[in-house]
T-cell receptor, first 113, second 116 residues
Framework: KAGVTQTPRYLIKTRGQQVTLSCSPISGHRSVSWYQQTPGQGLQFLFEYFSETQRNKGNFPGRFSGRQFSNSRSEMNVSTLELGDSALYLC????????????FGQGTRLTVV | AQTVTQSQPEMSVQEAETVTLSCTYDTSESDYYLFWYKQPPSRQMILVIRQEAYKQQNATENRFSVNFQKAAKSFSLKISDSQLGDAAMYFCAYRSASGTASKLTFGTGTRLQVTL
């Protein structure tokens, strides 16, 4: 069974640009969550999608958005990039609405210059 | 809001020895899940062990075990017979059992070094 796949693995963007990151969950998993990991702030929850609906959102500005498709694949978008958005973005998938174990992808390393 | 605290930024252990990583949390909920995740240099978060709050028995997974003290809101991880491959960042995480959301709240992590 394939794990959680995140693409791309690395990205370099310029301030002011926008970026889209992709996450394919484990087959059969319907919940996808996104986390931002930085040395200063640690791991912070961005948002969670289940069956194409956002059911939880962290404390991030509106520049951060996401969506989930009917095949459970999810994308997150960051517009008007700032230097502080440089981080490792992790995606996790969970089986079903009450799944307790989250499986993580290897992350996308975003560098904003 | 729930918080998770890991007070040991770094720990070191000799190969084959035992080490305990500490974690405390704060919550007003009675039903929840606690996890320890390992993040090696590859960056992928790997679940080490899970504990359901309603279970009094401490979870065990091979060389990994927890000491779950619900009243004290403490959840420490013991690694026995440490191996070089155990070197990584370890994160303690909390998840509410109410509702359907899967949000995890993480601690700041403990970097574990394993020496020969």
């Amino acid at each position: 069974k394939a794990g959680v796949t995140q693409t791309p693995r690395y990205l370099i963007k310029t301030r002011g640009q926008q970026v889209t990151l992709s996450c394919s969950p484990i087959s059969g998993h319907r919940s996808v969550s996104w986390y931002q990991q930085t040395p200063g702030q640690g791991l912070q929850f961005l948002f969670e999608y289940f069956s194409e609906t956002q059911r939880n959102k962290g404390n991030f500005p509106g520049r951060f958005s996401g969506r989930q498709f009917s095949n459970s694949r999810s994308e997150m978008n960051v517009s008007t990039l700032e230097l502080g958005d440089s981080a490792l973005y992790l995606c996790a998938s969970t089986q079903g609405a009450f799944g307790t174990e989250a499986f993580f992808g290897q992350g996308t390393r975003l560098t904003v210059v | 809001a729930q918080t998770v605290t890991q007070s040991q930024p770094e720990m070191s252990v000799q190969e084959a020895e035992t080490v305990t990583l500490s974690c405390t949390y704060d919550t007003s909920e009675s039903d929840y899940y606690l996890f320890w995740y390992k993040q090696p240099p590859s960056r992928q978060m790997i679940l080490v062990i899970r504990q359901e709050a309603y279970k009094q028995q401490n979870a065990t997974e091979n060389r990994f075990s927890v000491n779950f003290q619900k009243a004290a809101k403490s959840f420490s991880l013991k690694i026995s017979d440490s191996q070089l491959g155990d070197a990584a960042m370890y994160f303690c995480a909390y998840r509410s059992a109410s509702g359907t959301a899967s949000k995890l709240t993480f601690g700041t992590g403990t970097r574990l070094q394993v020496t020969l």
